[in-house]
């Protein structure tokens, strides 16, 4: 058992490395601004994608801080928190380059996939209900463990909401709602 929860920890480290591993970095001052630069005037805050009160019903508990905890030209990631301060929700969206992001997420799920199935003799969708989500996007992957992506164009969003009760139920719904605004 102890070789079974190493290995799930595994994958998800290797897949949330992979998806970070690439997140583009801030222009560096007095740098040549690129497109993306060029866009200042759109919101590009993960936090504005969804209310306290969206985010509450999808985990199920109060939810009364966002914080924007990484952003750069191309990408922003925010977490919400209950009134205890404990991780509630966590969303990244990468607003360009999401296809590369989404590319480098399926190769690091493969490789995590051949891991657990060599060290345990199992498949990762043996040990949790996860996988590609058809008619959501163009792309979509749901996880009840790891970050949940949708991919639309070149815009990925990655979800973590593991911890939300009945989070699968939810994950059309909350895609629908983010493809919407991040319009």
């Not at 209950?82 to 590369?100: C, P, R």
């Not at 399926?106 to 969708?125: M, P, T, Y």
């Not at 749901?142 to 989070?167: H, M, N, R, V, Y």
Request: net charge negative; proline share 4%; aromatic share 8%.
């Amino acid at each position: 058992m102890k070789a079974h929860s190493f290995v799930v920890a595994a994958i998800a480290g290797i897949v949330v490395a992979a998806c970070r591993g690439g997140a583009p970095e801030s222009a560096a001052p007095g740098a040549a601004p690129n497109k993306a630069s060029a866009r200042a005037a759109v919101d590009r805050n993960a936090c504005h994608l969804l209310t306290h009160d969206e985010v509450s019903a999808l985990v199920e508990r109060k939810v009364v801080m966002a914080e924007q905890t990484e952003a750069g030209d191309t990408f922003s990631t925010c977490d919400w928190e209950d009134e205890g301060g404990v991780f509630a929700f966590g969303l990244t969206v990468y607003w360009s380059g999401g296809k590369e992001q989404w590319e480098t997420w399926r190769l690091a799920q493969g490789l995590g996939d051949a891991a657990l199935k060599s060290a345990e003799g199992v498949a990762a969708s043996a040990v949790v209900k996860q996988g590609l989500v058809p008619g959501i996007g163009d792309a979509a992957f749901f996880s009840p463990l790891l970050p949940s992506l949708i991919l639309k164009g070149d815009t990925l969003f990655e979800i973590k909401f593991s911890l939300a009760p009945g989070a699968d139920a939810k994950f059309a719904g909350l895609a629908a709602k983010l493809l919407e605004k991040a319009k």
